[in-house]
Structures are given as C-alpha cells and as structure tokens.
C-alpha cells in the first residue's frame, strides 16, 4: 500500500497509463486525495453529469465512488499477478449532498489468499458520513501459473 499521497498519486498514474480508452474513473473524475497505515482515499467533484433530478450526487456516483476506491485498496494488497474482482457489495445510502467534493475512504477488513474484504465510507467534506459499504473482492489470476 502506498504511504504517501506522491506514491498514491503515482501508483493510480501508473494504473491509468494501462488503460487505453474512457473509463468509469474518468467519468467520475476521482482522484487520489490521502492515505494512511491501512487506508486510500479518493476525492469526486459534483460535476452537472453525476447530478440526480434534486441537484445533489447520483446513487450510482457515489456507488462508483466506493466500488473504485474499494476496488484501488484491494489491488495493493492482492496476490502479485492477480486482479480483484468485485463478487459482493452492501450498501448503505445515508444522506447525500449538494456541493463536493465527497471523500471516498477504503479500508481492508480482511485480507486472504483468495479473498479481500473492504470497507468504504463515503462522506462529505465536512466528514459527514454519505454511504457506508463493504465489498468481497475474489483475487483472480491474471497471468499463467
């Protein structure tokens, strides 16, 4: 995991560079904002397209929000040369908000050989807490054995 916001920067960078065409993260527009001993955040602006009718953030940003930073977490602690993939997801919609940014923070729970438990809060800039969610990640190879 990284332990500094310039490794975290550059770890999604790196991350990013892979990836040869638009994807959810660019549509979201997250961006790494801290990380500590166990946990990554990501931040997400209200930009008008991740907008619902009343003005404030979309269920499905601020899910996409905590499935990509829960998603980030678990690919730092995976097996080298496997890729979590997203078998469960629970959460919670608490409260939403009308103004950004909103904090993404993921945590791992637990951490196996084939499976990756994490948490992920999202909360507002103030810290008032959006969603509370878990994901179950299965380390799938990606490479031949």
């Not at 997203?86 to 409260?95: D, G, K, R, T």
């Amino acid at each position: 995991m990284p332990t500094s916001i310039q490794q975290f920067q550059e770890s999604w960078d790196a991350f990013r560079a892979t990836i040869d065409f638009e994807e959810i993260s660019d549509t979201l527009g997250l961006v790494p904002h801290s990380c500590g001993e166990n946990t990554m955040s990501m931040s997400m602006e209200l930009a008008p397209h991740l907008r619902q009718a009343g003005g404030m953030f979309s269920a499905t940003s601020l899910f996409g929000a905590a499935d990509l930073t829960g998603t980030f977490l678990a690919m730092q602690v995976a097996r080298p040369g496997s890729f979590p993939l997203a078998v469960q997801s629970n959460l919670n919609f608490l409260s939403n908000t009308l103004v950004g940014p909103v904090i993404a923070t993921a945590r791992p729970l637990r951490v196996g050989r084939s499976t990756i438990v994490a948490s992920v809060e999202v909360g507002d800039a103030h810290g008032k807490l959006l969603v509370a969610s878990t994901f179950t990640y299965l380390s799938k190879a990606t490479t031949a054995s």
